[in-house]
């Protein structure tokens, strides 16, 4: 009888190889699911407990308020910026292959930590880290879909995969807090090494290398992957430059119109390419167009409820750090919560209608917080819970929805877009809390007491943003909505 390697060694070349069975359980495919979970904890863990850090790594490197502003910065940048261009790198040499090598690079810059001794040193190992996130994060999303066959597995196993990670956000800061009360701040991000080990062997023996007839071969649009990757950079960069306001008043106008500019630029040379980056023909498809359109209008409004929040609490109302991570509570509870009703929500009404119901109770939320959030917390609370409900059931289901609509030989550039989408428009949804804010409140916004004056500033400024917010998000959604009734079955 011949062995695996020999079987191998008389197959023809080119010969297609004969695919290995779906799981039929989520319990058959732990190993495969304990790596992929590991992926997305490391997403959410490794911003949500550095943020916490800040204050003593400004002090400990002599960073200014920039330069810490960077920290945070450079991973998102870099992160949003390159998921395309490697998105579409894995279709071609193997998701499996670039996740891997991204979990290596992860263990290793996250080890670098411990030798940094200035802001710059921490900015590029930060940048690093976004490279990391944006070669494993997407392929995340892509490889769980392929691992089953039948859709309910698949809403289970993201579900499953989004509630991990979705534990780590809520304890990243507490976890944090109380680390560096004994420890130096390096010692936050060395989670990192163990999480990513955990993974790659997760990934390494619970999910076969691609097949070759699942990849495609088509040559790299190059052009197209430097303007897309130069929009997204000037995109996510633009709305920093708007909030921060330290800069000259023509920088972040300047950004944006070349984030516009390139964006145009990238259009055009994707419609013209032989072998375009991302097709803009699969973008079109009903079931791929209205998932980023959900997945967009949750992204514009869990930032920007999130930021004006986060001002009212210590700001307007005079709370503590303490008191405000309190007062955020429900989300975190709901969000975490959130993952046992999805699958039977999406059984009984659908997945088309799952995503219904989650982007309206976001763009209900934002509502609620524009209409009522000054009245009190427990508006601003039923606010947090209708957005986190709806951002729950929309993070499954845009992601299921998007996968279900494109060849198997793009899931991974899809994926991306997933992601791409929520990064831009968390952006957005900041820089335009931030310009509203910015244009309707005098004075120092950051100053320890407001004059009653200030304070109806303050009020004005959050309805106005959080009901420009809902317009926008509402638009997504009735356009999202209106794309999916045109098409629920995947194309060929």
Same mark, same amino acid.
């Given at each position: ?29 732990? *190993? ?27 002090? @400990?490197?002599?960073?200014? =308020?920039? &330069? ?61 880290? &976004? !490279? ?7 392929? %995340?999303?892509?490889l769980a879909f392929r691992l089953f066959d039948a859709d309910g597995l698949r809403v ?29 701040? /390096? ?7 163990? *999480? ?17 007839? @699942? ?8 052009? &197209? ?34 984030? *516009? ?50 001002? /009212? ?8 750090? =303490? ?9 975190? *509870? ?58 729950? !059931? ?10 279900? &609509? ?26 335009? %809390? ?19 004056? /200030? ?6 400024? =959050? ?24 098409? %629920?079955?995947?194309?060929?």
């Amino acid at each position: 009888m011949l062995t695996r390697r020999q079987r191998r060694a008389v197959e023809p070349v080119g010969a297609v190889t004969e695919a290995p069975r779906s799981p039929r359980s989520l319990r058959e495919a732990w *190993v495969a699911l304990a790596g992929l979970s590991a992926v997305f904890l490391f997403e959410m863990l490794d911003n949500s407990i550095l943020n916490v850090a800040l204050p003593t790594i400004g002090r @400990d490197l002599s960073a200014s =308020a920039a &330069g810490l502003q960077w920290v945070t910065g450079a991973y998102a940048v870099v992160f949003g910026g390159l998921m395309l261009a490697l998105g579409a790198l894995a279709d071609r040499v193997g998701r499996r292959r670039i996740m891997l090598v991204g979990l290596v690079l992860l263990g290793v810059t996250s080890l670098l930590t411990v030798f940094v001794t200035t802001v710059e040193q921490l900015i590029l190992v930060r940048a690093a880290m &976004g !490279v990391a996130a944006a070669m494993t994060t997407p392929g %995340s999303l892509a490889l769980a879909f392929r691992l089953f066959d039948a859709d309910g597995l698949r809403v289970r196993a993201t579900a499953l995969i989004s509630t991990v990670g979705l534990v780590g956000l809520g304890i990243g800061p507490t976890a944090g807090g109380f680390v560096l009360a004994f420890a130096p701040w /390096q010692v936050l991000l060395l989670p990192n090494v163990p *999480v990513a080990a955990l993974a790659f062997i997760g990934i390494r023996g619970g999910i076969p290398a691609d097949r070759a007839e @699942d990849l495609h071969r088509d040559p790299i649009d190059v052009v &197209g992957a430097l303007l897309g990757t130069a929009t997204i950079l000037l995109t996510l960069v633009a709305p920093t430059l708007f909030v921060d306001g330290s800069g000259p008043s023509w920088l972040p106008w300047t950004t944006a119109a070349a984030a *516009v500019a390139m964006g145009v630029l990238f259009v055009l040379r994707e419609r013209t390419a032989r072998h375009p980056l991302l097709d803009l023909g699969l973008v079109a498809r009903p079931l791929v167009s209205s998932g980023l359109a959900f997945k967009a209008a949750s992204g514009l409004a869990t930032a920007g409820l999130g930021y004006l929040v986060t001002l /009212q609490f210590q700001l307007d109302w005079g709370w503590t750090p =303490a008191r405000a991570a309190i007062g955020m509570l429900p989300q975190v *509870v709901v969000l975490i919560a959130g993952g046992a009703v999805i699958g039977p929500l999406v059984r009984r009404v659908g997945l088309d209608q799952a995503g219904w119901l989650g982007a309206g109770a976001v763009v209900s939320g934002l509502a609620v917080y524009g209409v009522l959030g000054r009245f009190g917390y427990v508006w601003v609370a039923l606010a947090l819970v209708l957005v986190a409900a709806g951002l729950r !059931v929309v993070g499954v289901v845009a992601g299921t929805n998007v996968m279900r &609509g494109l060849p198997k030989n793009r899931t991974t550039i899809g994926a991306a877009l997933v992601d791409t989408a929520s990064e831009v428009t968390t952006g957005i949804g900041i820089a335009v %809390s931030g310009t509203i804010l910015a244009a309707l409140f005098t004075g120092g916004l950051a100053r320890s007491s407001w004059s009653p004056h /200030q304070r109806a500033q303050f009020h004005e400024a =959050a309805t106005a943003a959080a009901l420009v917010l809902t317009v926008l998000a509402a638009a997504l959604v009735g356009w999202g909505i209106a794309r999916s009734r045109r098409g %629920s079955s995947p194309q060929p």
